[in-house]
């Protein structure tokens, strides 16, 4: 029976307290190596959360998005937009869409009541917005498609257009001038917030959607700008998964659609985000690697001090086998020495980590995500480490011959 | 039966091309509370025949009985056991761990016996106590004198009640005064009925036996009959 594991960490701990500075100045490869996986792991987890949620907010990663293709040559940007017939058409294909919701959208656009005047963004929208948005109305109703059919007179107020518009007065029913055509006001959104440290628009990096205004897409399109064709449209899947599908089916409809011109382009947010994930896992293997790579030279030391320490100790380990020490006792003696000193640069590097981490995360106005997972990988890392680094210099130690060791000076 | 038999123990070392003999037909016996001294010129052998006497060598040839134990036959894992509770040893240089207080140097064989903790601090703390030393127990060997580190060696050997104590010159570091002092503590043991036997050079130091077996040469040349 070996000698058990609390007398082997209490020799080894004794070892590492006679030997302060050494120690300290062995596992700082370990301590930098653990800290640089930590740090990169939070930044890269704060990237893809803060991205996920951006895209949450925007519709989520059911949606799709038809654009056009401004990698073609247009002659006239009016080329790749849709008729109301077409937009008809393109929806009966896609019965398993959730949302269909093709718009228009001016930008800076004058909206008149009595004295006041609001430039804003004008949206010409379908009833769907409402889910390809994730967004509905607080009070009245949002359009409908009997407003989009008959081409009606009403207009959808964002929160802040309300009160820049009408202060602290009920809207509702009221009416509102947009290019000589007066528009009664049915509904006001709710207020869109998503706070974004060191994001644009202050501290609401939604703020802009609060500004705009919502008509139905066909009154837009025949009354108020004349100017305007239909060339995006937002659909909505049931499920990511879904979304990929119906992507590619939206695409190859319009490219039938459009006698093989490439005129739009569709995009799914889920492979959007696929996409950005996998430029972020570049840069993560990179940085990874570099710190794996410092984990293993900090292993590398640690060996070579304790091969060291295994000859300085040549004597010492004969008398323990002189007094009944087997040869497993010593091989474990020197691994869990190997293992405590890892450990203990891990456990330094997860506190150096943290505070770099909020330190970082204090003054960069970065969001950072730490989660207990690192932790177990930054334990894990270094125990992992020691095992590694630790078994040649341990396997040595428990193979001298006693009376060889015994005679060392 | 005798404590410790052997028979025709041969010694060979390898020194690359060269085989070196250092024990040549070794034949030995000694019974259970002897004390015995081995002398020798130093090259003699006589450090080899310690060596195999306790379990920390293996003789190339010959036939090794210890406690009606066929040593010569066991694995090294088994010989470690034996080296554990069989055997204890004292060094001409001590050889207690450094950073180690002495409770501790003394509990290291228990330990590695696989004793409890408490157990082990009782036992320690008592041989400790027979060898006059308790008022020392938080002290590291470097802050006691010659003498009673050698006495914390003993402390250490014995305490594992072992068959044979053995001792490699055990007084050459020290002043005659603490040498002395320790043949005294040897003298107790056996008088209490415990084997030891002392490797040595120094007559004085053997005339404390009962019996002295010369080597030369890896031979023994005479002694091997009761003094």
Known sequence: ?409 | MPLIETTDIIKDYDMGKVKVRALNGINLSIEKGEFVAIMGPSGSGKSTLMHIIGCLDSPSEGSYILNNLRVSDLRKSELASIRNKQVGFVFQTFNLLPHLNILKNVELPLMYGGITYKERIRQAKEMLASVGLSDRLRHKPGELSGGQRQRVAIARAMVNNPAILLADEPTGNLDTQSGGDILSIFNDLHAKGHTVIIVTHDLNVASRANRVIRIIDGKIVDGDIAA
Request: net charge positive; aromatic share 8%; no cysteine.
């Open chain 1, 1 to 409: 029976m070996a000698i058990s594991l609390r007398e082997s960490v209490e020799i080894g701990l004794a070892d590492i307290m006679t030997r302060k500075v050494r120690t300290g100045v062995t596992v700082l490869g370990i301590i930098l190596g653990v800290m640089s996986i930590m740090v990169v792991l939070a930044i890269v987890n704060g990237m893809n959360k803060s991205t996920l949620r951006w895209m949450e907010e925007r519709g989520g990663l059911n949606k799709i998005e038809v654009r056009p293709n401004w990698e073609m040559d247009f002659i006239n940007w009016k080329q790749a937009s849709f008729t109301f017939n077409e937009l008809k058409l393109i929806r009966s294909l896609i019965p398993e869409a959730k949302a269909f919701n093709p718009q228009i959208a001016a930008n800076r656009y004058p909206v008149q009541k009595s004295e006041i005047s609001y430039d804003t963004q004008v949206r010409g929208v379908y009833p769907d917005m409402t889910i390809t948005d994730e967004w509905e109305v607080q009070t009245g109703r949002f359009i409908n498609y009997y407003d989009i059919n008959n081409y009606n007179n009403v207009i959808v107020l964002g929160s802040t257009a309300a009160t820049e518009l009408f202060g602290n007065k009920n809207p509702i029913g009221e009416n509102v001038v947009v290019q000589n055509n007066v528009l009664k006001v049915i509904g006001i959104m709710q207020t869109k917030y998503l706070k974004m440290q060191g994001g644009w628009g202050g501290d609401n990096a939604l703020e802009y959607m609060n500004r705009q205004v919502f008509v139905p897409l066909t009154t837009m399109f025949k009354k108020t700008t004349l100017d305007q064709a239909v060339s995006n449209i937002e659909v909505k899947a049931n499920s990511p998964e879904e979304a990929v599908l119906l992507r590619a089916k939206l695409q190859t409809i319009i490219l039938n659609l459009k006698q093989g011109k490439k005129l739009f382009e569709v995009s799914s947010a889920k492979e959007q985000m696929d996409e950005m994930k996998q430029n972020a896992a570049i840069f993560t293997t990179i940085f990874v690697m570099i710190a794996v790579i410092s984990l293993l030279v900090g292993g590398i030391v640690i060996m070579n001090i304790m091969l060291a320490s295994v000859r300085e100790r040549t004597r010492e380990i004969g008398v323990r086998i002189a007094i009944g020490a087997r040869r497993i006792d010593i091989f474990i003696q020197f691994m869990v020495q190997t293992i405590l000193i890892t450990s203990l640069g891990g456990v330094a590097g997860i506190i150096l980590g943290y505070s770099i981490l909020s330190l970082v995360g204090k003054y960069l106005s970065m969001e950072l995500v730490a989660s207990l997972s690192m932790i177990y990988a930054a334990v894990f890392v270094s125990v992992g480490v020691g095992l590694l680094f630790g078994i040649m210099p341990a396997i040595r130690a428990s193979n001298l011959d006693p009376v060889t060791a015994l005679r060392n000076e």
